[in-house]
């Protein structure tokens, strides 16, 4: 859990809790833990672990009851253990440029236009990171930031997944298009198309809308075209972290087709 932003640039102080998201950060390194704290109390083997692991890493391990933890994380299941950890911020579309030019291989981002649960947020990063998406980029209004609740849900992947707020999230849609050649396809229930259909292996942008209304009629307007998911059933859409998860890896299906080819094309 964290009370901040990630990525490079500039740092800030976050706050993670929970046992799998604090032995996730003493074990990933991605973020930098400063000091921890845990019940004096309490006597799980997990903890034990993750206060063996910060002190071999020389990470101050601090005595704090329950009423402290709650007071430091109000709403939060701490499960009896917090750290304080450095790091990255949240970043704007100057950074977003130059992790775009520096990229080695094709663009493949994830969009999120109006996503406020910070649960959902936390699982969409999740998500993210187990696709390899290069970034996630979302509007600085009507968005979720880093909060406590979305680093605590997406399990590490919050310092791990490059995430942009962006002012004008439409400007830099058509930037993507314009400047890198990436293709933008949203996802809206009355498309014609199911996401299987659609080719997902170039520079590629998945633009997946907010919790009940979906994406802005602006943000649906700058996408190149746009998918549905098959329903069969009584429901008619699904929750977005779901969702996402699915599109990202019919995206990644497709395009560990398209690198198995290239490996057998190249010359023994």
């Given at each position: ?10 740092q800030?102080?976050q706050?993670?809790a ?26 799980d083997?997990?903890?034990g672990?993750?206060?063996a692991?910060?002190?071999?890493s ?26 304080r ?5 949240v ?20 969009i999120?236009?109006?996503v ?18 290069h ?52 996802t809206?229930g ?8 659609a080719d ?24 190149d ?7 069969h ?13 699915i ?9 560990s ?12």
């Amino acid at each position: 859990m964290t009370a901040g932003k990630a990525w490079s640039g500039g740092q800030s102080t976050q706050l993670v809790a929970g046992i799998h998201s604090v032995r996730s950060a003493l074990k990933q390194g991605v973020v930098s833990i400063v000091e921890l704290w845990v019940e004096p109390h309490r006597q799980d083997q997990r903890i034990g672990e993750i206060t063996a692991m910060a002190e071999e890493s020389g990470i101050p391990v601090k005595p704090a009851d329950r009423q402290q933890l709650d007071r430091l994380l109000p709403g939060i299941n701490h499960q009896g253990v917090a750290a304080r950890t450095s790091m990255p911020s949240v970043q704007g579309e100057s950074t977003l440029e130059n992790l775009l030019k520096n990229l080695q291989a094709p663009p493949f981002l994830l969009i999120l236009d109006g996503v406020q649960d910070p649960h959902n947020l936390g699982a969409c990063l999740r998500s993210a990171d187990g696709a390899g998406v290069h970034a996630v980029i979302a509007p600085k209004d009507r968005s979720v930031g880093l909060t406590p609740v979305v680093s605590k849900v997406a399990s590490g992947a919050a310092g791990n997944v490059p995430f942009f707020q962006v002012t004008n999230l439409v400007r830099t849609l058509k930037a993507l298009q314009r400047d890198y050649g990436v293709w933008l396809v949203g996802t809206a229930g009355e498309s014609d198309r199911i996401l299987y259909q659609a080719d997902l292996k170039g520079p590629l942008a998945l633009v997946m809308g907010g919790e009940g209304k979906g994406m802005r009629r602006l943000t649906r307007e700058a996408c190149d075209y746009l998918v549905r998911l098959p329903m069969h059933g009584a429901v008619e859409s699904l929750n977005v972290s779901v969702a996402t998860g699915i599109c990202l890896y019919e995206a990644v299906r497709q395009r560990s087709a398209v690198k198995s080819l290239e490996i057998m094309d190249q010359p023994s």
